[in-house]
């Protein structure tokens, strides 16, 4: 019965279109996240450049989508996101036609590519994130977020199979493997904006609400702002765990395990597709037990995990240590944006995600550069070891802090 309710009546048909239009963009990030770092490598790029032109993608984002998330709240959302897909269909144009180091480094990191950002339209994430929310009831976030947060990871389960099947020796209709994914994005954020026109933006203007007492407001404003910049702090050091060790998890296998790109292909794919169950599986503990409560309980198992990995010497064991951790821990995500659009009202619920994803990206874009220079020194395990340690005192101070959300939104289903 909760299956049911999830995939078909408490889910607005705008908002289906949005998740779609998240789940195609996640394939052609599933591709990238699998081939790009080891195109590069191919091309003669070091860990330290790879990791440095992860970085500035990340830093690109943090410093735009502030700006992009309030002004969304502003202007409305719609605009933004067809914005975003046309501006990724450009950088994929790039990558097809040249392997200048200058051009790609730009297109790599205006575009975000390489990053299994599961179907982030980041830096314009806050504006996608509050149109999504407009279209679901508070008291359904937490399964409905778990449950786009599935579709986006089935997505990147599909771009990684695809690359996993390919011969990386061979050329299609003339076309490099390495390159072959750049066309595949090129069609899907063509074919998006398509789908984005056709989508109301249900944002509520500043100019419809009522009027209340100024101090009042003030005093609301003042909670709202304080449980955001509790979030934000708290995510920091979620996001410099996930820097650490996600964006060059490729590198890490190729190097240390020898292995090839059609073997780590399907390890990711196994991944994001056990993630993509993971979440569904998470949808129904948030709707049970609280989306604050679950993220705690699965992100401290996953942080075990992430302790084990360096410490085995077998490819295959490593793979489904790896699986197990990344599904338990990105399989929370839904959750975890469940509770930051959660903390304001719609017309300050742009400001609110900016500043999530601020906290989010700012951190996980040092990340890669860090571990490149880890990688050159030979410090193989160090990363993961840093990781795991910053994973249990989110987790930590996650539950402390926001322990009463979850009893909030059911006292309070309807609230927008």
């Known amino acids: 019965m909760f299956f049911r309710t999830v995939f078909v009546s408490d889910i607005h048909p705008m908002a289906r ?3 779609l239009v998240n789940a195609l963009r996640s394939i052609g990030q599933g591709m990238l996240v699998v081939v790009l770092v080891l195109y590069l490598a191919e091309l003669g790029w070091d860990s330290v450049t790879i990791g440095a032109v992860l970085t500035a993608g990340g830093l690109l984002s943090v410093m735009l989508a502030p700006f992009i998330g309030i ?7 719609k605009p933004f996101v067809i914005c975003s897909e046309l501006l990724t269909a450009l950088c994929a144009v790039v990558g097809i036609v040249t392997t200048n180091g200058i ?9 975000g590519f390489g990053k299994a950002d599961a179907g982030s339209s980041s830096p314009f994430a806050p504006a996608e994130q509050a149109w999504l929310a407009s279209f ?7 399964k409905i977020y778990s449950f786009h947060n599935a579709l986006s990871f089935f997505g990147l389960a599909t771009g990684a199979l695809f690359v996993g099947a390919m011969s990386f020796e061979t050329t299609y209709f003339g076309i490099s493997s390495y390159q ?34 100024e101090e009042l407001e003030k005093g609301i404003a003042k909670k709202e702002n304080a449980a955001v910049w509790k979030l934000a ?17 490729t590198y890490w296998f190729s190097v240390t395990f020898g292995a090839s790109p059609t073997q780590i292909g399907g390890t990711l794919a196994f991944t994001f597709f056990a993630t993509g169950i993971a979440s569904i599986l998470q949808a129904g503990f948030s709707h049970k037990h609280g989306a604050v409560r679950s993220v705690v309980i699965v992100r401290s198992i996953a942080s075990l995990f992430l302790l084990l990995m360096p410490l085995v010497h077998s490819y295959a064991i490593v793979s489904v240590l790896y699986i197990l951790r990344t599904s338990l821990n990105r399989g929370t995500q839904g959750a975890q944006q469940a509770l930051s659009v959660s903390l304001t009202r719609d017309v300050r619920r742009g400001f609110a995600s900016s500043v999530n994803l601020f906290s ?4 996980i874009s040092v990340g890669p550069y860090i571990t490149g220079h880890l990688f050159s020194l030979g410090a193989f395990s160090t990363p993961f070891y840093l990781a795991s340690g910053l994973h249990f005192g989110f987790v930590y101070l996650y539950g402390k802090t926001f322990s009463s959300y ?7 289903p309807s609230s927008s």
Do not use: Q
């Open 71 to 77: 002004i969304s709240d502003r202007f409305g959302r």
């Open 360 to 363: 989010m990206r700012l951190p």
């Open 233 to 249: 702090g708290i995510n920091v050091l979620n996001a410099i765990a996930i820097g650490l060790t996600g964006p060059m998890m």
């Open 136 to 142: 679901i009831k508070s008291s359904d976030r937490g």
């Open 406 to 412: 979850d009893a909030e939104m059911k006292l309070n």
């Open 103 to 111: 051009l790609l480094f730009f297109a790599i990191a205006l575009a």
């Open 17 to 19: 279109k949005l998740m």
């Open 180 to 213: 072959m994914p750049f066309y595949i994005v090129l069609f899907l954020s063509l074919l998006s904006p398509i789908i984005l026109w056709t989508i109301t933006d249900n944002r509520k203007k500043s100019t419809t609400i009522v009027k209340i007492d």
